[in-house]
T-cell receptor, first 115, second 115 residues
Framework: AQSVTQPDIHITVSEGASLELRCNYSYGATPYLFWYVQSPGQGLQLLLK??????LVQGIKGFEAEFKRSQSSFNLRKPSVHWSDAAEYFCAVGALNTGFQKLVFGTGTRLLVSP | EPEVTQTPSHQVTQMGQEVILRCVPISNHLYFYWYRQILGQKVEFLVS????????KSEIFDDQFSVERPDGSNFTLKIRSTKLEDSAMYFC?????????????FGPGTRLTVL
């Protein structure tokens, strides 16, 4: 069965510092990977996705993620964090069983940004 | 920019009561989903819906749950007799026709509290 692990429940980063959020997945076939962000009171917004091709994908808001098949990882990075990046971040794998997508999510990582 | 909306934002109900959670997907979308997130746990897939029928459901989605697209714009999730363990945030999502693994757009969620 598909699964996603986000080992960090909370992370605190100083504003302007770099960020890396970890995500490991378990999936039998080629994974389709997503990072979503949820700000308080908001829905889940897609940051970026990986389907195939270049393993370094660029997303919105200056985020990027790198797919590493050998490590079953899809870590999210940002070179310089802004206070507005404080939110909850979810990694997800798209499971294609019946031809209709469902997303399998990790437990999320809450990012706190200190001044 | 079009978005998925959900009402109400917060619903409080007594155990055993029926609740209906409402969603208005993006107007040209054809695939619809419900997910839920129990506090402190991961976002879990409940059901996907396409062409006026359920395409896939999880083991969580038992006989107490049903979905409906009554009028071509709304997409509802009904819980017939709520239990304490149904307390969670419920997210609706929709996707346009296209590749099965394209982006799902999420609503802001309805927080359901069962007392």
């Amino acid at each position: 069965a598909q699964s996603v692990t986000q080992p960090d429940i909370h992370i605190t980063v100083s504003e302007g510092a770099s960020l890396e959020l970890r995500c490991n997945y378990s999936y039998g076939a080629t994974p389709y990977l997503f990072w979503y962000v949820q700000s308080p009171g908001q829905g889940l917004q897609l940051l970026l996705k990986y389907f195939s091709g270049d393993t370094l994908v660029q997303g919105i808001k200056g985020f990027e993620a790198e797919f590493k098949r050998s490590q079953s990882s899809f870590n999210l990075r940002k070179p310089s964090v802004h206070w507005s990046d404080a939110a909850e971040y979810f990694c997800a794998v798209g499971a294609l069983n019946t031809g209709f997508q469902k997303l399998v999510f990790g437990t999320g990582t809450r990012l706190l940004v200190s001044p | 920019e079009p978005e998925v909306t959900q009402t109400p934002s917060h619903q409080v109900t007594q155990m055993g009561q029926e609740v209906i959670l409402r969603c208005v997907p993006i107007s040209n979308h054809l695939y619809f989903y419900w997910y839920r997130q129990i506090l402190g746990q991961k976002v879990e897939f409940l059901v996907s819906f396409y062409n006026n029928e359920i395409s896939e459901k999880s083991e969580i989605f038992d006989d107490q749950f049903s979905v409906e697209r009554p009028d071509g714009s709304n997409f509802t999730l009904k819980i017939r007799s709520t239990k304490l363990e149904d307390s969670a945030m419920y997210f609706c999502a929709s996707k346009t026709k296209g590749r099965a693994l394209d982006e799902q757009f999420f609503g802001p969620g309805t927080r359901l509290t069962v007392l």
